[in-house]
Nanobody
Framework: QVQLVESGGGLVQAGGSLRLSCAASGRTFSSINMGWFRQAPGKEREFVAAITWYGGIMYYADSVKGRFTISRDNAKNTVYLQMNSLKPEDTAVYYC???????????????WGQGTQVTVSS
């Protein structure tokens, strides 16, 4: 079992930045791949970014590539999502996921946080 708690969401103007954090507890954090997903109102949940257990490889959705950066600190059992140049279309509930697997746009996770709201105003 892995418990995940996201934080860092909020309201920001277009062009601004936010950093989301996801604190993990339970199973050995440093041995599992982690990811971020989001779900906008009326839309399905979509993959945003993923990072391997050792932090060496990152994956991004095309819509966030070059603007978002995923990172992790295994000593703190925490994964981050730095979001820059935010756009109104980035507005969504952002979820942290553990033990993620996938490729391209098709990803899944075994454990999920409760989500944190990100709202970008125009």
């Amino acid at each position: 079992q892995v418990q995940l708690v996201e934080s860092g969401g909020g309201l920001v103007q277009a062009g601004g930045s936010l950093r989301l954090s996801c604190a993990a507890s339970g199973r050995t954090f440093s041995s599992i791949n982690m990811g971020w997903f989001r779900q906008a109102p009326g839309k399905e949940r979509e993959f945003v970014a993923a990072i391997t257990w050792y932090g060496g490889i990152m994956y991004y959705a095309d819509s966030v590539k070059g603007r978002f950066t995923i990172s992790r600190d295994n000593a703190k059992n925490t994964v981050y999502l730095q979001m820059n140049s935010l756009k109104p279309e980035d507005t969504a509930v952002y979820y942290c996921a553990a033990n993620v697997k996938g490729s391209g746009v098709s990803w899944s996770g075994d454990y999920w946080g409760q989500g944190t709201q990100v709202t970008v105003s125009s």
